[in-house]
C-alpha cells in the first residue's frame, strides 16, 4: 500500500474533521457582487443559499454586468486544503486581473479530514456563482492544492462540460479511478522541487499526454504546498487563457498570443539544463500548435536530441526516479512495522529511532540533499520530506487519536532528526509530553520550539493540553521571555 492510501486510510479513522465555519465574530452576509469594489481582494464574505458556507472574492476591473449585459465573465473556483481562502486567492490576483477573471475562494474546503466538505464547498460555490455572477458557462475553472486536488478529479466525470480546465498543485488523480470515463478538462499542474508528491505529478503529466489532453507541469522551487508567489498561478491562468483561444472557447488576440510566445521563449531560454530545456521545447510546441510557427522549437529540440550532454542527464535522472521509487516502497513497509501494534495477541514496540533512521537511510539522504548537483539534491530533499510529513503530522495525529503515546513520541522523535530546525514537530512532541505530564521534556521542547520561530500563546493559555505545567515558575517565563536562536 502508498504512503498516501495508508494516510487516507489513518485520516479517515481517526482524524476528526475540521470546522467548517470560517472564524469570526459574526458570520457574514451575503452580499450583491453589484455593490462589491472590483479590483480588491475581499476578505469573507457568505453564500446566499447558506451563511456558514463563506469564501473570499475577487471581481476584476471592468465587471460591470448592467452596463454590459451581454457580456459574460470566466470564473476560477479554488479549494485550498485547509480553507485558506484568503491567502490563496491573493495567488491568482495578478493572472486574474491581466484577464478579467472573476476568483472564489472557498473557507470550508478541507484536505485529510471529511471529503465531504470540500464537496459541499464546491456545491455551494457552483450555487453561488450561477445565482449572483455574471459568469461565462464555458469558462468554469477549478483549482485545488494536494487533496482538494484529488477531489477535484473525483468530481471531474460529474462536471463534464461545466469543468473547462483545472490548476493542480501537489496532488495528482488517484491510480485507483483507473482509466478516464470522460475527456479529461485543460489541465496545468504545479509542483514544488521538494515536494514528496512531485513523482506523482510527473507521472499524471505522462498520463494526460497519452490521453491528448492539453496540459502542462511547471515546477517551482519549494515544497508541499501551493508556490510562494503568485508567478506560478499567473502562469496558469496565462494558460488557461491562450487554451481558451486555441479551443475557440474566446476570441482569438493576436496581441495576447505573441506576448505569450515571447514570454515562452524567454521560460525556455531559463532552463536549468539540456533536459530541462528539452521538455520545455516540447511543452512550448504543444502549446502553440495552430496558434503560432513552432519551426525554430522544433528544430531545437531535434538538435538536442542528438547532444550528449542530454543523454548523461536522462540517465542520471533516471537513475534518481528508480531510486525514489525503491524509497517509497521501503518507507511503506517501515510505515506498516510502525503502525503494527499487535501481532499474535502481543503488543509490539515500535522499530526505535535509530534503527528506523538507519534503515530509511536518512543520514545519506541528508548528505545527498547538500550535493552541487540540484537534481541528485532535489531527489533527496523530496525523500527527506516523504518521511517528514508521515512522521511529523500524520502518524503522530493517528497514534494520539489510538492513544498510543510511545509511538506518537517515537515518531515525532524520528522527524526532529530528519529536519532538526523545523519548530513543528519541537511543538507537537512538548504538547503530546505536557499531557502526559512529562513536565522538564515539555519545557525543553517548547523552549526550542520559540528559538525556531513558533511560539502559540494563545493556546498555551487556552488548551487544556498545557495544564500540567501551568503551575511551574517556569511558565510565566516562558510566555514573557524570548529566546534567541
Not at 479590483?39 to 447558506?50: C, E, F, G, P
Not at 465587471?63 to 490563496?88: C, H, K, M, N, T
Amino acid at each position: 500500500m502508498s504512503l498516501c492510501r495508508w494516510i487516507f486510510c489513518l485520516c479517515s479513522l481517526v482524524i476528526g474533521a475540521s470546522s467548517s465555519k470560517h472564524v469570526a465574530a459574526e458570520l457574514p452576509l451575503p452580499m450583491n457582487p453589484s455593490s462589491l469594489p472590483r479590483d480588491v481582494a475581499l476578505a469573507s464574505l457568505a453564500t446566499h443559499a447558506d451563511r456558514e458556507q463563506q469564501y473570499a472574492l475577487f471581481l476584476p476591473p471592468g465587471y460591470d454586468p448592467a452596463a454590459r449585459p451581454e457580456q459574460r465573465w470566466p470564473v476560477l473556483f479554488i479549494f485550498d486544503p485547509r480553507g485558506r481562502a484568503l491567502e490563496s486567492l491573493r495567488l491568482a490576483v495578478d493572472g486574474a486581473r491581466r484577464n478579467g477573471w472573476v476568483v472564489i475562494s472557498s473557507y470550508q474546503s478541507r484536505s485529510d479530514t471529511d471529503e465531504a466538505l470540500t464537496l459541499n464547498a464546491i456545491r455551494a460555490l457552483l450555487g453561488e456563482v450561477q445565482q449572483h455572477i455574471a459568469f461565462d458557462p464555458r469558462r468554469l475553472y477549478f483549482a485545488g492544492m494536494s487533496g482538494t486536488a484529488k477531489t477535484l478529479w473525483s468530481v471531474m466525470p460529474s462536471m463534464d462540460g461545466v469543468m473547462a480546465g483545472m490548476i493542480g498543485c501537489g496532488g495528482a488523480r488517484p491510480s485507483e479511478y483507473g482509466k478516464f470515463r470522460v475527456a479529461p478538462p485543460d489541465f496545468f499542474g504545479m509542483a514544488g522541487t521538494e515536494d514528496f508528491n512531485h513523482a506523482e505529478m510527473r507521472e499524471q503529466d505522462t498520463v494526460l499526454e497519452k490521453s491528448g489532453t492539453p496540459h502542462r507541469l511547471d515546477i517551482f522551487n519549494g515544497r508541499h504546498g501551493w508556490p510562494e508567489d503568485s508567478a506560478t498561478f499567473t502562469r496558469a491562468i496565462d494558460w488557461l487563457q491562450l487554451m481558451a483561444m486555441r479551443e475557440g472557447r474566446i476570441e482569438r488576440s493576436d496581441d495576447f498570443i505573441n506576448a505569450e510566445f515571447e514570454a515562452t521563449q524567454a521560460w525556455i531560454e531559463a532552463a536549468a539544463d539540456a533536459l530541462d530545456r528539452r521538455e520545455r521545447l516540447d511543452q512550448a510546441i504543444r502549446d502553440f500548435d495552430n496558434l503560432r510557427d513552432t519551426s525554430a522549437w522544433q528544430s531545437a529540440s531535434s538538435t538536442l536530441t542528438h547532444d550528449q550532454r542530454l543523454h548523461d542527464i536522462q540517465k542520471r535522472q533516471k537513475r534518481l526516479d528508480a531510486a525514489e521509487s525503491r524509497f517509497a516502497r521501503d518507507f511503506d513497509g517501515w510505515f506498516t512495522r510502525f503502525t503494527q501494534r499487535f501481532a499474535n495477541g502481543q503488543r509490539q514496540d515500535p522499530p526505535s529511532t535509530s534503527d528506523s533512521f538507519r534503515e530509511l537511510r536518512i543520514a545519506s539522504l541528508q548528505k545527498d540533499a547538500d550535493d552541487a548537483d540540484w537534481r541528485v539534491a532535489d531527489s533527496a530533499k523530496r525523500r527527506l520530506e516523504r518521511a517528514f510529513v508521515a512522521t511529523s503530522f500524520y502518524l503522530p495525529n493517528a497514534m494520539i487519536a489510538l492513544h498510543d503515546h510511545d509511538r506518537a513520541v517515537r515518531s515525532l522523535e524520528i522527524a526532529i532528526r530528519i529536519f532538526p530546525d523545523r519548530a513543528g514537530p519541537h511543538w507537537r512532541l512538548a504538547r503530546l509530553q505536557a499531557t502526559d505530564k512529562d513536565v522538564n521534556a515539555a519545557f525543553r521542547e517548547l523552549h526550542r520550539s520559540r528559538q525556531l520561530g513558533y511560539l502559540d500563546v494563545d493556546d498555551l493559555r487556552d488548551s487544556p493540553d498545557w495544564t500540567s505545567l501551568r503551575s511551574d515558575p517556569r511558565w510565566k517565563t516562558l510566555l514573557t521571555s524570548e529566546d534567541k536562536p
